[in-house]
C-alpha cells in the first residue's frame, strides 16, 4: 500500500470513529492515537489555547497519548507563547529536542526519551484554537506528506473543538432561557430572578460580568437592582447617567463597543480600566411599551459579540422586563383587591 493510500485510509476510518464518539475529549483522543499510529511515533499531544491570552497555549495537554503525566505537565507557568514561525510557516520541526535551543525543559524531554518533535496549528475557519504536536523515540526529518497529514489531523481536531463549543454553546443558551421562562412562571421575586439571570449569563457566555440597570423615579439616572461579576468598588464609583450609550439603548438599540477606552459615549473610563472592563454590550429592557433600563454585559478581553450572542441577551433582555412587568401587574391587583375589600366592608356597614 502506498503512503498515500495509507493516509487515506486512516483519514477515512478517523472520520468513521469522530461520528460515533459522544464527546470532545473522546474526539480528540482518537485524533493523537491515530496520529501516533500512522506516522509511527512515540506519542502525541493537542494543546487548546488558553482561554484569556490571544497568543498563547495551555501548557497541560487536552488529549494525549504516550507521553508519562510527569512529562506533560512539565514546565514553569500554566501557558506557553505562540511561536510566529508555527503561524508563519504552518509547521514548527525539531530535530534533536533534547538540544534545540527554542525548547524549553530540554532534560526533560531527554528523561522521557524524546528525539523529535513536530507541531502545527489546529485551524478552524482561519483561527487557530491550539497546537498538535507529535513526538518521535529517535531523530528523524518529516516528509511533506507527513506534515500535510499531521495537518489534516489538527483541522479535524479544529472542527471538532467548534463542533463541541457551538453543541455546548446552544444548550447553554437553551438552559438558560428555559431556566429563567421557569423562574419568571413560578417567582415573583424580580432581583432574585435578575440576579440568577445576571449570573448564568456570564458563565455561559464567558464573560466578566452582567448587570441590569433601571432607570430611577428622576428619569435621568439608572439604578443597578442585579449584578455578577463587579466589585463593591466599581458599583459604587457614582451615579449612572441616563445619556450618550445608554441613552441610545433607552431609545430601543443595541449598543456593541470593542474598546470601552476609545468610545466616546462611555462613562467612568477610568474605573473601568481598574476594573478590567474592555468590550461592553448594552441592550434596552422594556415592560410593557416602555424601555425602563438596561441590561449591560461586560468582556475582560476586546470582544466582538457574536449576532447569536447578541439574539440571547435581547431575549434574554425581554424576559427580565417580562418578570418586572408581571411583578407589577401583581402589585396592581393586589391594590384593586385591597380596594375592593374595603369597599365591600363599607357596603355592609350600611345595614
Not at 525543559?105 to 497546537?131: F, H, Q, T
Request: aromatic fraction near 6%; include cysteine; hydrophobic fraction near 40%.
Amino acid at each position: 500500500m502506498s503512503t498515500e493510500e495509507s493516509y487515506f485510509k486512516a483519514l477515512s476510518r478517523l472520520s468513521k470513529d469522530l461520528g460515533a464518539a459522544e464527546d470532545q475529549g473522546k474526539m480528540l483522543n482518537l485524533i493523537v492515537s491515530k496520529a501516533v499510529k500512522t506516522l509511527k511515533a512515540k506519542a502525541a499531544a493537542i494543546f487548546l489555547m488558553d482561554k484569556d491570552s490571544e497568543d498563547e497555549f495551555q501548557n497541560v495537554a487536552e488529549a494525549q497519548v504516550g507521553l508519562s503525566s510527569k512529562y506533560v505537565h512539565a514546565g514553569k507557568g500554566h501557558a506557553v507563547k505562540i511561536s510566529p514561525q508555527l503561524l508563519k510557516d504552518g509547521y514548527l520541526y525539531y530535530e534533536d529536542a533534547t538540544t534545540d535551543k527554542r525548547l524549553a525543559n530540554r532534560e526533560a524531554k531527554k528523561a522521557e526519551g524524546i528525539g523529535s518533535i513536530l507541531s502545527v496549528p489546529v485551524m478552524d475557519k482561519g483561527r487557530m484554537l491550539g497546537i498538535l504536536s507529535v513526538y518521535t523515540k529517535e531523530t528523524r526529518k518529516f516528509t511533506q506528506d507527513e506534515i500535510d497529514f499531521l495537518s489534516i489531523l489538527a483541522e479535524e481536531g479544529g472542527t471538532t473543538i467548534e463542533n463541541t463549543n457551538l453543541i455546548r454553546k446552544l444548550r447553554n443558551q437553551s438552559r438558560i432561557f428555559l431556566k429563567l421562562s421557569a423562574s419568571i412562571s413560578e417567582s415573583l421575586d424580580v432581583k432574585a430572578i435578575l440576579q440568577a439571570m445576571t449570573q448564568d449569563m456570564v458563565e455561559s457566555l464567558d464573560l466578566k460580568a452582567a448587570s441590569v440597570r433601571l432607570l430611577d423615579e428622576d428619569q435621568r439616572t439608572l439604578k443597578t437592582v442585579a449584578s455578577y461579576g463587579l466589585s463593591d468598588k466599581y458599583l459604587k464609583k457614582g451615579p449612572i447617567l441616563a445619556d450618550k450609550n445608554i441613552a441610545e439603548a433607552l431609545k430601543g438599540k443595541t449598543i456593541a463597543i470593542e474598546d470601552v477606552q476609545k468610545d466616546q459615549g462611555i462613562q467612568y473610563k477610568k474605573e473601568k480600566k481598574e476594573e478590567g472592563i474592555v468590550s461592553m454590550l448594552y441592550v434596552p429592557i422594556k415592560a410593557k411599551s416602555d424601555i425602563i433600563g438596561v441590561l449591560i454585559i461586560y468582556s475582560g478581553q476586546e470582544r466582538k459579540f457574536t449576532e447569536d450572542e447578541v439574539s440571547l441577551v435581547t431575549a434574554l433582555a425581554y424576559q427580565g422586563g417580562l418578570a418586572i412587568n408581571n411583578a407589577c401587574l401583581y402589585m396592581d391587583m393586589q391594590d384593586d383587591i385591597k380596594d375592593l375589600k374595603e369597599n365591600i366592608w363599607t357596603h355592609k356597614c350600611w345595614f
